[in-house]
């Protein structure tokens, strides 16, 4: 993709090129913008709408999370399906080290979605774990709640194994011809399941105590 960010006019001016790995700071950027949104602008909203003390329940932060998270791998999923017919249009296919034709912005909506999500998501799995568990297994809950990111992560390990063991693999060392957006769409599909299996398990919890509710973020 075309990673050139034009910096001023006329003799002056000159050209810098965005490294792909910066792109995932606006994952952070958008984590600090949206934590004290959600304090000062949010939560008072929500708390004069739902009279609840932290605005919304913990549950509902991550179910949030979630159905971003969710919403950040179709848009990855619709971006790269882009990128491929940028490619094909532009006959790159079988020029993997060519810049298709595409500005590399395409990509910053899916990382601030995912910035938001990691948001809602963590902070309301905190919350959760260190004021639903008895006190003295608090520790344990803190640790369920970091657990979340490595079981991730061993899941996603073996779906990558999985898409690789069933003829042809969507992934590839040349992009142009690999299908990353169906792997997307895979994540997509799955993030659309949990949440309705953690709708239903989280319709029916009902909250042992509110130590931390009252508290903002």
């Known amino acids: 993709m075309d990673r050139r960010?034009?910096?001023?006019?006329?003799?002056g001016g000159g050209v810098l090129l965005v490294p792909p790995a910066a792109l995932k700071s606006l994952v952070s950027f958008a984590v600090m913008v949206t934590i004290p949104a959600y304090d000062r602008a949010l939560v008072p909203l929500a708390r004069r709408v739902t009279k609840h003390p932290s605005g919304i329940t913990t549950l509902r932060r991550v179910g949030t999370g979630m159905v971003t998270a969710c919403l950040a791998m179709a848009v990855a999923a619709l971006v790269e399906?882009?990128?491929?017919?940028?490619?094909?249009?532009?006959?790159?296919?079988?020029?993997?080290?060519?810049?298709?034709?595409?500005?590399?912005?395409?990509?910053?909506?899916?990382?601030?979605?995912?910035?938001?999500?990691?948001?809602?998501?963590?902070?309301?799995l905190?919350?959760?774990?260190?004021?639903?568990?008895?006190?003295?297994?608090?520790?344990?809950?803190?640790?369920?709640?970091?657990?979340?990111?490595?079981?991730?992560?061993?899941?996603?390990?073996?779906?990558?194994?999985?898409?690789?063991?069933?003829?042809?693999s969507w992934f590839s060392d040349n992009l142009n011809r690999a299908h990353l957006d169906y792997f997307y769409w895979l994540l997509a599909g799955i993030s659309a399941l949990d949440v309705l299996v953690f709708l239903y398990f989280a319709k029916g919890y009902v909250y042992t105590k509110n130590k931390v509710l009252s508290v903002d973020i």
């Open 5 to 11: 960010i034009v910096i001023g006019t006329g003799g």
């Open 81 to 124: 399906a882009a990128r491929l017919r940028a490619a094909r249009d532009a006959g790159l296919l079988d020029e993997p080290g060519v810049a298709v034709p595409m500005s590399v912005w395409w990509l910053a909506p899916q990382f601030v979605l995912l910035g938001v999500a990691t948001t809602f998501t963590m902070v309301g």
């Open 126 to 168: 905190e919350e959760f774990f260190y004021d639903q568990v008895p006190d003295e297994l608090r520790s344990v809950g803190v640790a369920a709640c970091m657990s979340v990111v490595g079981v991730g992560s061993y899941a996603s390990g073996m779906l990558v194994s999985a898409t690789r063991s069933r003829g042809e």
